[in-house]
């Protein structure tokens, strides 16, 4: 008999835990495919300051140019466009896959976090060849953005 109670209380225990753990994973999924968008940007955003430093930023027209690719399923990106705003500015627009998480251990189905969200950056070159970048429009949901992109 002490050994069921003893059992009743662990399963109760575990429970409790796994519970209070389930929203956290929840949104483990979309977090870590916004980052994996964000990786992908990150280079092309190096290779911005490059050529901010190197004289050709304003030479630069098309997401390819800066060593991103115009869509990758892999980092969920559907689509990356480079649009330059004056000789100067360049904005950068990723339009992202379908995103899903799958809350509660399968308990219930699939949901779509993020449909064709947009995550738009604006990147700046100044005379002095200092490059300068920040977020400037996006429809993720802020809690699936890295803490340094939310507002």
């Not at 225990?13 to 979309?30: M, N």
């Amino acid at each position: 008999m002490r050994y069921i109670v003893s059992v009743i209380v662990v399963v109760l225990i575990v429970g409790v835990v796994v519970v209070l753990a389930l929203p956290s994973y929840a949104d483990y999924t979309p977090r870590a495919s916004v980052s994996a968008a964000l990786i992908v940007i990150g280079s092309g955003r190096a290779n911005l300051e490059a050529s901010c430093a190197d004289g050709t930023f304003g030479s630069k027209q098309k997401a390819s140019e800066i060593g991103l690719p115009e869509s990758d399923p892999r980092a969920n990106l559907l689509r990356v466009e480079l649009l330059r705003v004056t000789p100067n500015v360049i904005r950068l627009k990723a339009t992202l896959t379908d995103i899903y998480g799958r809350p509660f251990f399968g308990l219930f189905p699939w949901k779509v976090i993020s449909q064709g969200s947009v995550l738009d950056f604006e990147y700046a070159c100044s005379a002095e060849k200092q490059s300068t970048s920040r977020l400037i429009a996006s429809t993720v949901e802020q809690k699936y953005l890295p803490a340094t992109l939310r507002n």
